[in-house]
């Protein structure tokens, strides 16, 4: 079995134990251990990657089924053999419970209930204006002159006298993207007439990025160094800073303000536990 079914079949593993639930119509049945439809509707809800997989084949609903049955079946095998008496499988067994204890803990205590309000949502985008705003961004072209790493002082000066030759016909009126067709090195853009589309700061590499966005539109930049050459830069729009309006942002705002409330409730619970129960924590003793 792939380890993609193998994880899928360990979520399973969870519905070997009898539980109420709302539809009771029986799937399988494995000694005491019963998988319902509404064991099986519940875990599609809430496992996208599941439900992603059954979507593609729902053959595979009958290999799933038939894989609980096998865990199941070897986990009853290995129950009689007394495996659980194993210092180390019970060790593993109370690793998992905490971690099944701890996600339906997180869930009922900070998830359970977590809601918005369009009120807070809009209150949330006013504090946090600058998190939805579009940074300055220009359009530009460029045209690269390639230097080679490590290339010697004589092929150094030859890249930058091409590209103060290709400036100076481009300053006498020479269309761009008919010059960047014929000389750019840069195969990405060539074709495109040398055109890089919008970008904002952050984007490109610090030294052009530094030059490109001291310039005016139209203007001809002289040629930029960078680790790939030499590059003559036009900016043919620049677009500044805005702040996108509400409406058009609406559901990220309710994203990030649901993972607001979900973090101050997680940290409030944490400090509330912290004092209940002894926490030590010895740094230096990690490898």
């Given amino acids: 079995m792939s380890r993609v079914w193998w994880g899928v079949v360990l979520f399973f593993f969870l519905f070997a134990f009898p539980v109420q639930a709302k539809d009771s119509t029986v ?18 809800a809430q496992n996208p990657q599941l439900r992603a997989l059954l979507s593609l084949k729902p053959e595979m609903k009958r290999v799933l089924v038939e894989r609980w049955v096998e865990v199941n079946l070897l986990g009853l095998g290995g129950k009689e053999a007394g495996l659980e008496k194993d210092p180390r ?13 701890a996600r339906h803990y997180f869930e009922r205590k900070v998830l359970s209930g977590l809601k918005v309000t369009e009120a807070e949502m809009q209150r949330y985008y006013l504090r946090h204006k600058k998190d939805y705003t579009l940074p ?16 010697d002082k004589k092929t150094e000066a030859a890249a930058l006298a091409k590209a103060r030759e290709i400036r100076q016909k ?56 960078t680790r790939f050459g ?13 702040v996108q309006p509400y409406k058009k942002v609406k559901e990220q ?35």
């Fill in 27 to 44: 799937i399988a049945r494995v000694g005491p251990y019963t998988l319902t439809r509404a064991d099986f509707e519940k875990e599609l």
């Fill in 89 to 101: 499988i019970r060790a593993e067994i109370e690793e998992q419970t905490r971690m099944i204890l």
């Fill in 136 to 151: 300055e961004r220009v359009q530009a072209q460029h045209i690269l002159i390639r230097v080679p790493e490590g290339a």
């Fill in 230 to 242: 030499y590059h003559i830069v036009r900016i043919s729009a620049r677009i500044p800073a805005q």
């Fill in 170 to 225: 481009l300053l006498a009126g020479a269309d761009f993207a008919t010059m960047a067709k014929k000389y750019s090195q840069d195969p990405g853009t060539r074709d495109k007439g040398g055109d890089l589309g919008l970008f904002s700061r952050g984007q490109m590499i610090p030294e052009f990025e530094k030059a490109v966005f001291k310039l005016k539109v139209g203007e001809i930049s002289p040629p930029i160094r």
């Fill in 253 to 287: 705002v309710r994203k990030d303000l649901l993972e607001e409330k979900k973090n101050q409730r997680l940290m409030a619970l944490l400090r509330e536990l912290r004092k209940k129960y002894p926490v030590e924590v010895h740094l230096e003793n990690l490898p």
